[in-house]
């Protein structure tokens, strides 16, 4: 079986997808032996970053971020930055692939995600549920629905459907036109969703995919401070999650402290990566971090 694993995004988001990547080679090794791993990425990667990355076997490209400048560059976008536009790689990727992962680069993988991936061979996609509270639609729209304006668009869809959450997923079947479908969407919508990439694909999901499994929240994106070391290491293996997720601010690596994170992390630096909690990128996560508290305090 064809195995492509991706994570993505802008340059900045190369160090943090290294220590997501590491934290898979202990834990799945098998997995990330037989896989092709890639990082996509909005611009050119150079120096310490790019040659770390290739001593991990990714293989790092760029790709076509410029539709996140239709529609007038939502805020959105802005907010989010045009690297989202990486997970549509996916999609494309699935053309050539028996099986494509994406995985988010704020988190890491804390067990071994083939017991998941064998269970799954009768389905044709993985994604993790939204969480407790989570009511379809209504979880990527901004403050103003205009949910009427997209119905001509997307006839088949049941908008009232449990959210998604676009952390981790997985397809086990091609469809030529999805990755299309994709870009045509985010083009039309991406101005009134709050979430533009896990929007986009919970459209794209029910259009395309008819044996959909929704994952369980609380073993795929619970947040570090749900699962700290000494709880860790007092759960029996099957009960820990398969990943742990830093969402939302702050991150790993800027502000908040996890051990299991800073082990593979100093394994990153080891590797020759950047030291990205200190260096250049350092102002750029923490620029983000603030413009995602003050969207967090106005909502």
Known sequence: MKIAIVMGGTPELAGPAGVGYLSLKATSPELFNN??????????LKGDDLQALKKL????????????????????????????????????????????????????????LGEVLDASQDFDFLITHGGAGSNGWG????????LEKFLNDCPNIDFTKEGICGNFFCI??????????????????????????????????????????????????????SWPLAKLNNTNIKDRPFLIHSWSQ????????????????????????????????????????????????FN
């Open 35 to 44: 896989s092709d791993k890639f990082f996509f990425s909005t611009k050119s």
């Open 57 to 112: 076997m990714v293989h790092v490209e760029g790709f076509d971020s410029r539709a996140a400048s239709l529609n007038n560059g939502s805020s959105q976008v802005d907010y989010f930055t045009s690297g989202i536009l990486a997970k549509f790689e996916v999609f494309r990727l699935a053309q050539k692939y028996d099986r494509v992962i994406w995985m988010d680069s704020d988190q890491i993988c804390i067990k071994n």
């Open 139 to 146: 979880n990527f729209l901004k403050n103003s629905p205009k």
């Open 172 to 225: 086990n079947k091609a469809n030529n036109i999805a990755y299309k479908r994709c870009i045509d969407l985010f083009a039309l919508m991406q101005s009134e969703l709050y979430g533009p990439d896990q929007g986009i694909i919970y459209i794209i999901m029910q259009e395309i995919y008819s044996k959909i499994w929704l994952l369980s929240s609380e073993y795929f994106t619970p947040h570090p401070s």
């Open 250 to 297: 702050p991150k790993f690596w800027n502000g908040l402290n996890y051990v299991p994170w800073e082990i593979y992390f100093k394994e990153w630096i080891s590797l020759g990566g950047s030291n990205f909690k200190v260096g250049k990128y350092s102002k750029y996560f923490n620029k983000i971090k603030i413009k995602n508290r003050i969207r967090q305090y």
